[in-house]
């Protein structure tokens, strides 16, 4: 009896108590965003650094946000006076007056570069540029070769032309250890003119900010220019983790995942007078971290980590303050008819939920619930055959192959966040990268299993990357492709039992993996779980760094294509 009244007696007292009070705060949505206002206009300064970026966040806001407007406002040098919401990079914001509020919405950095049709790009490539080669170079004499910086290097002379931004100087004389006054290098103050004089010289070597140069028709580098690898351990040559100068893609990437000197890095900022509070400015700001993040790389910028967004969107996230309500009788009122409603309803169920109560407590003494990753807990449909860089493929009837990951893959990234697909009607080979799936900007490479033509795409990964974890092998398929050498390529493929044996073995390899990563990093040994034999947890890549990401990428996918 005493149970009985025991649930009525606390619904009481919890109604009693919340009667009196509201939690207060800025207006939320269901998924924690401010709601956006309708109507409202945003005006939104940036420095001329950043006015392609700004604008192009703005288009892509207001495109989303039809309600709302986000106004850019060019500055056409930087004050240092902040008047209103602004978008500038790290250099801009060490001359301005006072203290005002910022938060972190992107990266970009200062990168030297060279003409395509120089003499040694291969030796170049091979072997990188290190700081002190650079040091050399723009402080030393005016008769420096290529010879002296490379082996087999042109007896020419290097043309160099440096930046009129002051900002980019002084990356450079951080990253070389010269004087920023003592760069040596003719000047040439805009992006344009730099590019254009490097095109026109294979001699000649540039440096610009990472996101001039992107040529915004391709979203790729500017055409016959390559970025010169630098040589970041001083070993005379470039080794596999430092080779992230192929594309764009890879070089975006590498400066997310700290690949590249810091010394040329900058993070790009949102500036204000104070916190933001408008209902306006908050919304564009959650979404330029979280949403926003996706129009980054196109622009040349590198993303914000996991890690980064998080404390962004908590930094923007309104204090809860609890205040008494006085004087609000029909808010009163309104309680206590629940309150009667509640107590007649806990009264009558309250006996059925302790007879539900006691079965349910003899169930949980028999169930074992598990989190970790083993063969059992892994899906293998019959039928498919499984390529060993966790890609599958199946004949349809009418000869076209689906393809997917497996869900071997998508239980150690935990839930996707996004798919880069390839369009319908390219060419992919076995072997080469057919697609990115990407969690938190952390992202995998994945190898075609097939070679042939992708001949339909499953929109719905646009829009819903997680249903390849809920079901890869059905809704999560990727693409259907017309193969070309279908008997020849599923010759190296597995199917059934030896599949399933095979994963047995990737799974003891993944033990190893993470026993050795754990030496170095006591937060990836805490992701073993310890119990019948050491088991490893499930999504086990989710929550750690893109640096493991990245030797996972190497060990379990780049070794097995």
Known sequence: MKSIISFPAVVLLLLWVLSGLKLTGSPR??????????????????????????GSLANAFNASHPGMKIHVVPQSQPSPEIRTLSLMTEGNMSNLAGTPWKMGVAKDAVVPFMNAANPAMEAINREGLTSQEFARLLSGKDDETWESLVTNGAKSKVRLYIPGSEIQRN???AFTGVDASMLRGKIISSAGEMIAAVQM?????GF?????????????????????PIDKNLNGRMDHFENIYADKEDFVHGVWLGKYPKSLCSGIFAVAPIKPEGKGELAFLEWIVSEGQQYLPSAGYSELNGIQQKAALEALAPPVVVTEVKGDTAHS????????????????????LLVRRKKRVILLQDLHVSTALNEASLSAPAGIFFDKTHTWAFMEKEGLVKMGIDDFLQHITGTLTRIIMKSPGEKIRKGEVAVTIVRDGKQLKLYAPVTGIIRKINRKLETDSTLLNSSPYSEGWIYMIEPRNWLK?????????????WLKEEIARLKDFFAAAGNKNS????????QDGGEIADHVLADLGPDVWEEFQTEFIDASK
């Not at 005006?43 to 001329?48: D, I, K, M, R, S």
């Not at 390529?489 to 044996?501: A, R, T, V």
């Open 208 to 228: 610009c900010r990472m996101s001039e140069l992107t040529d915004p028709k391709t979203n790729a580098f500017y055409a016959d220019i390559r970025v010169i």
């Open 523 to 530: 937060l990836v040994w805490s992701q073993v779980v310890l």
């Open 333 to 352: 009122n309104g309680w206590i008819v629940a309150l009667l409603t509640l107590l007649v309803a806990g009264l009558m169920i309250t006996p059925v």
């Open 201 to 205: 010289d294979p001699l000649a070597v």
């Open 171 to 173: 990356h450079l004389a």
């Open 29 to 54: 949505e269901d998924n924690g965003q401010s709601q956006v206002p309708e109507g409202e206009t945003v005006t939104l300064e940036c420095t001329p650094e950043v006015y392609k970026l700004t």
């Open 489 to 501: 390529d599923i010759h190296y493929m597995l199917m059934g039992e030896p599949y399933k044996n």
